[in-house]
């Protein structure tokens, strides 16, 4: 789906740097969120925000830190990077709305694979 | 606290032949659940949700409150099912959404 796009797609990066992963979305939705990957623990969610003025921490907000520039920008920084930061980076949408009409399907960005060395 | 489990990390079976694959959650309300599959070289995208009792691409969900499951069935598999496949809970309408680990299910010629 290209409407839910992630920049860069991959980045390597040494400790300690900071690094911002990107995402824009063009669905309209007003909720977005930050999952990361890994594997044998599958998606945990790093942040969400129910609209621009509404940020929320998630399972595993510590190191990190988010933005909502915009309705259709979603920004997840890394202040000082570590290894272990190492991860697959999912950016979603969701469109909260009446149940009759929607279902609050997820809709998923490409993924940003960060190496931090 | 909610969780999801999918025991298998890695699922192999014939094409056509019968897959489950399983999926348990713990909620102490009544939760939605839903199937999340990545194919290679894809995004994630949804499959199927419990609440649309719905059939694709040949595969069912049938929620079992009782044992807490939710274990994704097709009964023929088919090369292109081949995919990463995520058990997902809702905790309730516009509420976050947890997600299991994940079971590759690879489906050999």
């Known amino acids: 789906d290209a409407d839910v796009t992630q920049t860069p797609r991959n980045r390597i990066t040494k400790t300690g740097k900071r690094i911002m992963l990107e995402c824009s979305q063009t669905k309209g939705h007003d909720r977005m969120y930050w999952y990361r990957q890994d594997p044998g623990l599958g998606l945990r969610l790093i942040y969400y925000?129910?609209?621009?003025?509404?940020?929320n921490k998630g399972e595993i907000s510590d190191g990190y830190s988010v933005s909502r520039q915009a309705q259709a920008k979603f920004s997840l920084s890394l202040e000082s990077a570590i290894p272990n930061q190492t991860a697959l980076y999912f950016c979603?949408?969701?469109?909260?709305?009446?149940?009759?009409?929607?279902?609050?399907?997820?809709?998923f960005g490409p993924g940003t694979r960060l190496t931090v060395l | 606290a909610q969780r999801v489990t999918q025991p298998e990390k890695l699922l192999s079976v014939f094409k056509g032949a019968p897959v489950e694959l399983k999926c348990n959650y713990s909620y102490s309300g009544s939760p939605e659940l839903f199937w999340y599959v990545q194919y290679s070289r894809q995004r994630l995208q949804l499959l199927l949700r419990?609440?649309s009792r719905e059939s694709i691409k040949g595969f069912t969900a049938d929620l079992n409150k009782g044992e807490t499951s939710f274990h994704l069935k097709k009964p023929f598999a088919q090369e292109e099912d081949s995919a990463m496949y995520y058990c997902?809970?809702?905790?309730?309408?516009?509420?976050?959404?947890?997600f299991g680990p994940g079971t590759r299910l690879s489906v050999l010629p």
């Open positions: 925000s129910f609209d621009v003025k509404d940020i």
């Open positions: 997902a809970l809702q905790g309730g309408y516009g509420q976050n959404f947890v």
């Open positions: 419990h609440i």
């Open positions: 979603a949408t969701s469109d909260y709305s009446d149940r009759a009409v929607s279902t609050d399907t997820q809709y």
